[in-house]
Nanobody, 124 residues
Framework: QVQLVESGGGLVQAGGSLRLSCVAS????????MAWFRQASGKEREFVAV?????????MYSDSVKGRFTVSRDSAKNAVNLQMNSLKPEDTAVYYC????????????????WGQGTQVTVSS
């Protein structure tokens, strides 16, 4: 069993930055893909970014955040971080951390473990 706990959300002005962290406990390893998804009010959950370490570091981003967000792993804390720069009001959402054992994917239905979410609000 894997438990995921997100932190770092908050309120920020457009153009600002936030850093989200997801600490994993339980049976995780480099074989796990660790991803971030987000869900804005009234919208479906969407993929943001994913990180996998096995076989060399691999990352993938949605087009909407590419070049502004960076996903990375903190092995010492067994955590995956999401550095969000140049934030826009349309980035406002609840951000969720997710994990699955296997290759990285943007498909939410393929992730087995989810955190409780952290709210990110970007004001204009």
């Amino acid at each position: 069993q894997v438990q995921l706990v997100e932190s770092g959300g908050g309120l920020v002005q457009a153009g600002g930055s936030l850093r989200l962290s997801c600490v994993a406990s339980g049976r995780t390893s480099s074989t796990y893909s660790m991803a971030w998804f987000r869900q804005a009010s009234g919208k479906e959950r969407e993929f943001v970014a994913v990180f996998r370490e096995r076989g060399g570091k691999s990352t993938m981003y949605s087009d909407s955040v590419k070049g502004r967000f960076t996903v990375s792993r903190d092995s010492a804390k067994n955590a995956v971080n999401l550095q969000m720069n140049s934030l826009k009001p349309e980035d406002t959402a609840v951000y969720y951390c997710a994990a699955r054992r296997g290759a990285e994917t943007a498909a939410a239905q393929l992730y087995d473990y989810w955190g409780q979410g952290t709210q990110v609000t970007v004001s204009s």
